[in-house]
């Protein structure tokens, strides 16, 4: 299979602007988050996927390839699709820009479970404590017997009514992996209701009838929203 991981990377940003393009260690994010996807060793190709000449020259300083959208896009997802539209490729793992630190481990499991024909969409979770499920911003899943995900939430899910149970909370990485031709199908998709209603743009696929894989993971993204979050992936850098 020929896998390749694309990283959309919009300049504009409401709560952090120019989020991407910011120092990290003596990178920038963006420059961090390619370097650390190509140092997994997973993929056959990594490329960025930008609608800025900064995040072009920033990319390209570092050895690296882009793709400039031609098209104005909603999503990340939607500006993948576009840049993979006419590559010869079987798997598409969409690499969030923000994250800077990206895991050899987790992203291999997740490319691995294409070797069955049967799964279109990947993602990954990982294990949180009760307090941090309270949060909105966190992104719950909930799964079958076979790790395929039944609901995403904002909320705290699973809700426990009888107090009785030790839950154990899932959140969401957003990290996924489709097969080109799903990823295609997808950005052709009206938005569905539950989408729009969590703002939650994996759930199209789910009320389409189409089944995520989630695999688990002990690595915990550090997503750069915020400049606080920037200051953390400092001292994160610094402690490795």
């Not at 961090?32 to 490329?47: C, I, Q």
């Not at 997802?77 to 010869?88: F, G, K, Q």
């Not at 009888?162 to 992996?177: D, L, M, P, Q």
């Not at 993204?221 to 920037?230: E, F, K, S, Y």
Request: aromatic residues 10%.
């Amino acid at each position: 299979m020929k896998t390749i991981a694309l990283i959309p990377a919009r300049y504009a940003s409401t709560r952090f602007p120019a989020k991407l393009t910011m120092d990290l260690c003596g990178k920038s994010v963006i420059q961090r988050t390619y370097l650390s996807t190509v140092e997994t060793g997973v993929f056959d190709k990594v490329m960025v996927v930008t609608d800025h000449e900064l995040i072009v020259e920033q990319i390209t300083a570092v050895g690296g390839e882009c793709f400039f959208s031609q098209e104005e896009h909603e999503s990340g997802s939607d500006r993948i699709a576009e840049a993979v539209r006419d590559m010869d490729v079987d798997i598409v793992v969409n690499i969030q820009g923000d994250e800077p630190f990206q895991d050899r481990k987790s992203l291999r499991d997740l490319v691995q479970v294409f070797e069955s024909p049967f799964i279109r969409v990947a993602s990954m979770m990982f294990s949180i404590p009760p307090e941090e499920a309270q949060n909105p911003n966190a992104v719950k899943v909930i799964y079958d017997k076979d790790n395929f995900a039944l609901y995403f939430s904002r909320a705290r899910i699973p809700y426990s009514r009888e107090k009785r149970w030790e839950v154990k909370y899932w959140k969401h990485v957003g990290i996924y992996a489709y097969r080109k031709e799903a990823l295609l199908a997808f950005t052709k998709m009206e938005k569905s209701y539950l989408e729009q209603v969590e703002m939650l743009e994996q759930l199209r696929l789910l009320e389409n009838g189409i089944r995520i894989k989630m695999i688990p993971t002990d690595h915990e993204a550090i997503a750069i929203d915020t400049p606080q979050d920037l200051q953390k992936a400092i001292a994160y850098f610094y402690d490795l």
